[in-house]
């Protein structure tokens, strides 16, 4: 086939008002390149700034250039008989089209493809697919963005890439992806159905698995050779840590060059290993540069393989747990020398389930294009996943949204009776983990285990917790209770959602078409429920207007994003609880009906059918059952308001369409420790805790309290040991603290213009001097739009681009990675840039700190954990906000320093580190930089100096 590869550039984004600037083509024959054409157009109009800055091209380069009326002639003949290829190919054909119709042609008829969707379908792991990302992803030179010729001949790579990939697909997939867009009538289902007719006359591509007419990258678990290998050769492990250590670390010195030795890693593993072995309960603040998860991963590999006992590691966050997976875990696989298992265990939502997905591509249940494509990128992705887990593919809300129907579930899941038992991912995870000397799992999952007794995780006694300082937040979240309006509304969605959507119109087609049953009484049945589902979810509408209403409210105690929280006080309802608690009553009733409705569906079908032909239906009827019932307990539960050790209270959205979204009541219990001690640290043998930021102002207090380990508690005064093990890094040498000493107070939440206006300016002059290269968190969303608006002003004419979260609609990752692709830039950011942003080297050079990162007091949680606090005689600002802050702020300090060898500036703008007496905390928690108190104007100057080296 020929292609031919379109880009242009153009005065803007309006076809039928902007014009084409430049254009250029690149044609392939098949694969191959055969030809190029690039040319400037004039477009008879000034080029706007923004786009000769975007573009770098420049009025002068357009002056005598070709009017797009000259040049068609050459383009037309060109681009006949071959199929136009684009990245957004739809922006340029219009711009292309317009210009057609205007000179006298006919707009272009022929067939067009879109990159952008090949490679979402075909490479369905990557996060983006923008032309940048995916040529940087294949490799592919990419010298300069925004001019026609290097993009179409990115474009064209790209393109070739996508064939490739086509022809390495097994037949399986490349039909099946065909059959789903079979009818569409688009060219991208055109040239689906043309590969698979390709490759039906080629011989198949080799290497996959078919099973029941999909194809897998693995096949079957507890077939793998190579864990009977690390059977045979498995030794029984002898000599003591020290011997066993010096042996890793020996090997590691070999392999790698730039092993460093680090005392504070020795000390943690010395430490976790006697825990390990003797028992008890461990507390280790490891400082940035420690080598944290190999100080306990080599400990944790001694133990295992010495006892034969597995050790559990339970980090917080997806990227931790991918670290270990994907670095850590394999490296040691390299110098350990004894073979070992790893195996990574997540909520059984993270997997897909074979059977809901095979009834779903199966039942051709995509209603629109978007659906189809997803299931699109499902199929390709099968032929490349060996986990099955979700965290792999970068899903949007609508493809969570379909995840949601095709995950695997406990109450649907038909374990050893399913067709897919043997090929399915949760069960290969658990097989996996069952054999595992150390099990990596979540907080969420640890914390899951305990309360289904013991069911999820394999029997272990030893248990090390990374990230520990997110353990009482996600406990406090999981022995909470929540009901958001999308549960219900998802569920009854789910069950009918019009006469040919959901699983009763679905069960009332097939069962006509395929099994003999009684149809009549079928027919009543599905008549019944789905009228219960109506009522139900007119019920469920009704009371979640009514809790918008109270939230309209309370609307002045909207947050800034527009979220709004109202609390739930036995003392302080509004006025129409008991009416309410009367309509909640009415729905859970109707909710009652319709789950018992649909148990005894569930009992028909597997009664008056052959097993094998109902036992899929019957249980995804049971498992909707059971998912009603469990959320009416909870709702039963929110509006009894009868828990006196929870804290209640209703939240949602204001969005900027005027409309309430994510509405929910909640609960969760304002103190975690008892279910923690109870749960967690008494129920195991050894328990090691671990983070860079524990302590307070050098003492373990705060977290022992939080996480009920209290130092005066008589169980654990002794029993608990605790470790501080200082970063290896220099940071008197490294890095500098400057807190301008003149600096304006903040006040409110939202600062007054002037006081914006000095922090652009103080920000704008140290960035002139860094050349970028800052980091500036804020605390507020809002005042960081304003500063935004303010820096890019002062910045831009210098060539230094400012980035801003939630400014452009960039991800958190999109922005680090632009960030560190952009040597002079500025990346502003809140809350969930202040953890987990790693930027070593000179990258980030500067780091703004604007305002001491406090949590709104208005919170419900904060608000009822001041309470208990009070009620305990106990000063709730200095015993949970003011350490709560400083540990955040340790955490946003730690961003600065990520080697050895870096070096930096952090700026604090908030006064009350000088002034206020609990101020002191912040500055005594930092691992002991130089600091120094300032006025604003002579910031720019000393960080130069310390940039390049210079003391005071
Ligand atoms: S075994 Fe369970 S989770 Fe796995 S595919 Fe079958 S039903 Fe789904």
């Known amino acids: ?12 984004f309006d076809p039928d008002n902007d014009r084409i600037v430049e254009l250029a083509v690149v044609l392939m024959d098949g694969v191959d390149v055969v030809g190029r054409f690039v040319s400037f157009v004039r477009p008879e109009r000034p080029l706007p700034a923004r786009i000769s800055r975007l573009t770098g091209i420049a009025e002068s380069d357009l002056r005598d250039a070709p009017a797009m009326a000259e040049l068609l002639p050459k383009v037309l003949p060109l681009l006949e008989d071959r199929v136009l290829v684009g990245h957004n190919v739809g922006f340029d054909l219009k711009f292309l089209c317009r210009e057609m119709e205007e000179n006298g042609y006919f707009a272009w008829a022929g067939r067009s493809l879109d990159t952008a969707d090949f490679v979402r379908v075909l490479f369905p792991t990557w996060a983006e697919r923008s032309l940048a990302y995916v040529a940087g992803k294949l490799g592919i030179p990419h010298e300069r963005p925004h001019r026609a010729g290097p993009d179409a001949e990115a474009t064209a790579g790209v393109w070739k890439a996508c064939l490739d990939k086509m022809r390495a697909l097994p037949l399986t997939a490349v039909r099946r992806i065909a059959e789903l867009f079979r009818g569409e009538g688009s060219d991208f289902a055109w040239f689906w159905n043309e590969m698979a007719s390709l490759r039906r006359e080629m011989e198949d591509v080799p290497g996959f698995r078919v099973f029941r007419d999909f194809a897998f990258a693995v096949g079957e678990w507890g077939n793998d050779e190579v864990q009977d290998d690390v059977e045979k050769d498995r030794l029984p492990l002898d000599g003591s840590f020290a011997e066993f250590y010096r042996d890793v670390k020996e090997r590691l010195r070999t392999r790698f060059d730039a092993y460093e030795e680090r005392r504070s890693q020795d000390q943690m593993a010395e430490a976790v290993a006697s825990v390990l072995e003797e028992g008890g309960l461990l507390l280790v603040e490891a400082g940035t540069g420690t080598g ?63 059977r809901k997905w095979e009834w779903k591509a199966t039942a051709a249940e995509f209603e629109t294009a978007e659906d189809r494509m997803l299931a699109a990128q499902l199929i390709v992705w099968l032929t490349e996943t060996e986990t099955g887990d979700v965290e792999e593919l970068s899903l949007d ?83 909470g209770r929540a009901v958001s309006a999308r549960d219900f509304s998802a569920l009854f969605a789910r069950l009918y959602k019009d006469a040919r959507t959901g699983f009763l119109p679905l069960l009332r087609i097939r069962m006509k078409e395929l099994y003999e049953i009684d149809k009549e009484r079928l027919e009543e049945t599905l008549d019944h429920l789905e009228s219960l589902v109506v009522e139900a979810s007119a019920q469920w509408e009704a009371l979640i207007r009514r809790w918008e209403g109270w939230l309209s ?15 739930w006080k036995r003392d302080a309802l509004p ?47 049971a498992g909707i059952a059971k998912e009603l019932v469990r959320l009416r307990d909870d709702l039963a539960f929110l509006i009894a308001l009868d828990d006196e ?31 923690l001690r109870e749960n967690v640290f008494e129920a195991k043998d050894s328990v090691v805790l671990t983070s860079a930021t524990l302590t307070v102002g050098d003492s373990f207090d705060y ?38 000493n003149d600096f304006p107070k903040i006040g409110g939440v939202r600062p007054d213009p002037a006081f914006v206006e000095r922090l652009a300016e103080s920000l704008a002059e140290t960035a002139l001097t860094t050349g970028g290269r800052m980091l500036v968190l804020f605390t507020s969303y809002r005042m960081l739009r304003d500063v935004y608006d303010e820096l890019d002003r002062r910045l831009a004419p210098h060539g230094i681009r400012v980035f801003g979260q939630g400014v452009d609609g960039a991800s958190r990752s999109q922005l680090v990675r632009l960030f560190q692709e952009c040597s002079r830039s500025v990346l502003l950011g809140t809350s969930s840039f202040w953890e987990g942003v790693d930027i070593p080297g000179g990258a980030l050079s500067c780091l703004a700190i604007v305002r001491l990162p406090f949590e709104p007091p208005r919170h419900p949680v904060a608000e009822a954990k001041a309470e208990w606090l009070k009620r305990m005689n106990k000063d709730p600002f200095l015993h949970y906000s003011v350490p709560q802050a400083v ?61 390049k080296g210079e003391s005071l």
């Open 292 to 354: 944290k998860t190999l100080g306990y991963l080599v400990p944790a590999l001694f133990h295992a393989l010495g006892t034969g006992e597995k050790v559990v590691v339970s980090t917080h966050t997806v990227n931790l747990q991918e670290q270990l997976r994907r670095r850590d875990l394999p490296l040691l696989a390299d110098v350990v020398p004894h073979p070992f298992r790893a195996a990574v265990l997540k909520g059984r939502n993270r997997y897909l389930c074979l």
């Open 397 to 479: 809300s609508q493809g969570r949204q379909l995840w949601k129907s095709i995950e695997s579930d406990a109450d649907s899941c038909l374990n050893r009776a399913c067709p897919w038992f043997r090929m399915c991912y949760y069960h290969r995870a658990r097989h996996d983990a069952q054999r595992a000397d150390i099990i990596v799992t979540n907080h969420a999952l640890l914390l899951t285990d305990f309360q289904v007794d013991r069911r999820v995780l394999p029997s272990y006694s030893r248990l090390i917790v990374d990230e520990a300082h997110h353990l009482e937040e996600t406990a406090s979240r999981h022995f």
């Open 1 to 12: 086939m020929k292609y031919a590869v379109l880009d242009v550039e153009t005065t803007g």
């Open 575 to 621: 006025p129409d609880w008991n009416e309410t608690v009367r309509q909640v009553n009415a729905f859970l009733e109707t909710i009652d009906s319709l789950a018992d409705g649909l148990s005894r569906l569930s009992e028909a079908l597997r009664q008056e059918l052959e097993p094998s032909a109902t036992s899929g239906l019957a249980v995804d009827v």
């Open 553 to 567: 409210d309370a609307i002045s105690a909207r947050s800034e994003s527009g979220e709004c929280l109202v609390r």
């Open 645 to 675: 050790r929870y804290v209640y209270w209703l939240e949602g959205v204001f969005s900027s369409r005027g409309k309430w979204t994510n509405v929910a009541a909640t609960a969760v219990p304002v103190d975690v420790g008892d279910l």
């Open 703 to 740: 977290v022992r309290e939080r996480l009920g380990l209290a130092a005066d508690d008589p169980v654990f005064a002794e029993s608990v040991r605790v470790v501080r093990l200082s970063s290896p890094f220099c940071y008197r040498e490294q890095s500098l603290v400057i807190i301008p």
């Open 887 to 947: 540990i955040r702020f340790k955490q946003g300090f730690g961003r600065l320093i990520r080697r050895s060898t870096d070096r930096g500036v952090a700026i604090v703008y908030d006064s009350r580190v000088l002034e206020a007496r609990y101020g002191k905390y912040f500055l005594r928690s930092l691992p002991e930089p130089t600091v120094e108190a300032l006025p604003t104007r002579r910031i720019a100057a000393r960080v130069a100096e310390w940039l």
